[in-house]
């Protein structure tokens, strides 16, 4: 078998892909590429979608001062220690100069001295700070609590997206439609 041998071409958006993190408003109006083959959401539902997801604009570092805020028992002295021990882990990480960015604006927002330092990797043995999430997910797997929250192929065929729905424990506000709807409503688009 002969390799395939193939080029990418990243160009500006290797660039402004990271800077979204501190500037959403460069995705606001933009026009989701291909997302819509694989989704099976119309470009409007997911233009409308993004563009509520980020209307309020906030940045990574207001969303990370938002969280220590919101922590319960945080008095100033325990946010202080939570501002000054901020790691970012997983692939984001390995974003050149994400943690000086990240540093300089939520200092500046959270009015203090922050630290923020990017995960590295620890004794010998353990994975590269890209792969912490997915040696996270490997554990939470593996747990015997979270049997219930899985979701079989008959399940999610018979009910789509709406069965992640059912199963997460947190908030979904997004668009949501099974499998069977799209389908009907792709026949019905025939049918017309």
Known sequence: VKAR????????????????LFCPELILGRS?????DKTGFSSQEIKNYLSSFVCERETLPQLIRKSILLL??????????????????????GIAGLAGVL???LSRIAKQEVCVTVGRKGREGESCPHLTTWCGAAVAARMEAGKDQWIGQAE?????????????????????????????????????
């Open 156 to 192: 999610y065929k018979a009910k789509g997206v709406a069965a992640i729905k059912e199963h997460i424990s947190f908030l979904w506000d997004g668009p949501v439609r099974s499998n069977h709807n799209t389908n009907q409503n792709n026949n019905d688009n025939k049918n017309s």
């Open 103 to 105: 540093t300089v604006e």
């Open 32 to 36: 989701p590429h291909k997302m819509i």
């Open 5 to 20: 041998r193939y080029k990418i071409q990243g160009g500006q958006w290797c660039y402004l892909a990271p800077l979204v």
């Open 72 to 93: 319960p028992r945080a008095d100033a002295d325990r946010q202080k220690k939570y501002f000054s021990n901020v790691v970012v882990v997983g692939g984001g990480g």
